[in-house]
């Protein structure tokens, strides 16, 4: 007790006193939580209740010289330069009483700015609770137009428990979020109904030629921590680039095709598309997705490195250009995706030409001087067999590098390869990377030259079903790779990707919580706070649970008619 309460007052008549008993009548063993209740709402609306049917005291109370007043009519309540506070006594049988001091809630800090997109989620137990909820959630959004959307979406995903039949919408505004949810739009509104437990997700990184003008540009805009670790590589790239990778990578409308050229080059491709893979990767780890296991794609396993701590940044964005710089040195080369198997494949390849990746059971890169993939080329159309040149004049992966190889390791030998903290698939071995191979020069070496073989690499991760597979990288190729997987590891799988392709338009923010919340629908655990790091949101009133109520009562007449038919037989 305080000193403020064990001091006697000498003031009289200023402490309003009730009982909640003349309001309701006599209520036994919830007098207690009645009477929170209502002192609750008396400091919520800042108004004393009357106690009703007051005229005058017992006479053995001496109000008028002591601190209380029964408070008969509903007054206001002021707060005199103090905050508001109220007592609750309950007393019962045998002493059995209970006392709480109330205070009112301190004023709340207002929210603060937004995304330019939220991500509304909402979940129950069954199907008909979650139309329900759907349907009640567009009613109250049109009902209450003030509301914050970004509140809204805020109160559902730290406020409301998450069970397995979940829904998703990502949206702009009310009015966007009313429509989409009234007519539950099959392209914006997605349902899952089997989400269970804490789902692990992998890191995919995806190679050179996956690189595009403006990639990542609305992250980099509206996302801090992408923008940060952006900012970061690129001062790191500065002492050993000739020009500003900022102005390749985003470029500004009167400069695109030029920074498109440029981004061609693998001396800048190759960097550029490592700073947004890194970028990306801290993202989705400050969102509280740290992956179970990575893997790469030929340069896409040096991010895979970086992040687990095998070489620090300024290492690998070094071995990045060099490997880059190193491919321009080398004669004109070219690379042809075929729809066969390893085995197939090289019946249709001549001297020189090298399988250059496996990217899954009847999908291969062959690679070498350019006379021998036209040569190639046309043996393959004769067959009727369809194959795509990539837009890439670098043979990698083959023959052709060998030339380098030796300045590469040269290199090599000056870093210090650490152990890795997070499990990853190599590309060389096509399964998981020990210290041994890491931290020896010669590995890298070999993973220049030697096959890429990610589809074996992708048989041995998913060995543990049910692991959510995310791109962490610009397009969707190495998702698609994956879903094109024949075994039955792969089927309860799911497969998503961080960043829009290079010819679609839509936001690159919007496309990300997409994405988030397509991992929340399959289960994925996410860190809101992390999430919301950088706002000021606050809790708001919305619908509560869609509960289906059932009616279980037998009425007297059908027990009776049952009782008849049971004597009859």
Known sequence: MTQAFRTRTTKKAFCGIGSLKTNIGHIDTAAGVAGF???????????????????????????????????????????????????????????????????????????????????????????????????????????????????????????????????MLVCRDRDDAVSALEHLDPERVFTQGNAD?????????????????????????????????????????????????????YPGQEMSEEAAELLEKPSLGLPALFTIEYALAKLWMSWGLEPAAMIGHSMGEYTAACLAGIVPLENALALVVLRGRLFEKLPEGSMLSVPLSEEDAHGFMCEGLSIAAINGPSLCVVSGAKAGIDHMEKALAAKDIDSTRLHISVAAHSPLV?????????????????????????????????????????????????????????????????????????????????????????????????LRRPKDSQSDAAFLLNTLGRLWLAGVRISWPGFYSDEQRRRVSLPTYAFEHQRYWIDPGKQVQAASLQRAH
């Open 402 to 498: 060998e030339s380098i190889l030796g300045e590469f390791g040269q290199f090599l030998k000056t870093l210090d390869f650490k152990e890795p903290r997070i499990p990853y698939i190599s590309n060389v071995t096509g399964r998981w990377i020990t210290a041994e191979e890491v931290t020896n020069p010669d590995y890298w070496v070999r993973h220049l030259r030697q096959t890429v073989r990610f589809s074996e690499g992708l048989q041995e991760l998913l060995r543990k079903p049910g692991q959510i597979l995310l791109e962490v990288g610009p397009g969707n190729t190495l998702s698609t790779f994956s879903r094109q997987q024949s075994t039955g590891a792969l089927s309860s799988a799911a497969a998503v990707c961080s």
């Open 197 to 249: 437990g804490d789902r692990s997700v992998v890191f995919m990184f995806p190679g050179g030629g996956a690189q595009y003008v403006n990639m990542g540009l609305g992250l980099y805009q509206e996302e801090s921590v992408f923008r940060k670790h952006v900012e970061e590589c690129l001062e790191l790239l500065k002492a050993r680039l000739d020009v500003d990778l900022r102005r390749v990578l």
């Open 37 to 167: 209740i209502k002192t609750v709402l008396a400091l919520k609306h800042k108004e004393v209740p009357p106690s009703l049917h007051y005229e005058v005291p017992n006479p053995e109370i001496d109000f008028a010289n002591s601190p209380f007043f029964v408070n008969a009519k509903l007054s206001k309540w002021s707060a005199n330069g103090s905050p508001r506070r109220a007592g609750v006594s309950s007393l019962g049988v045998g002493g059995t009483n209970a006392h709480v001091i109330l205070e009112e809630a301190p004023n709340l800090e207002p929210s603060g700015k937004s995304r330019p997109w939220q991500l509304l989620l909402q979940s129950a137990r069954t199907n008909d609770a979650l139309n329900i909820a759907t349907a009640n959630l567009a009613k109250f959004l049109k009902q209450n137009p003030d509301l914050n959307l970004a509140d809204v979406a805020y109160t559902f995903q730290v406020g409301r428990r998450g069970f397995n039949r979940r829904r």
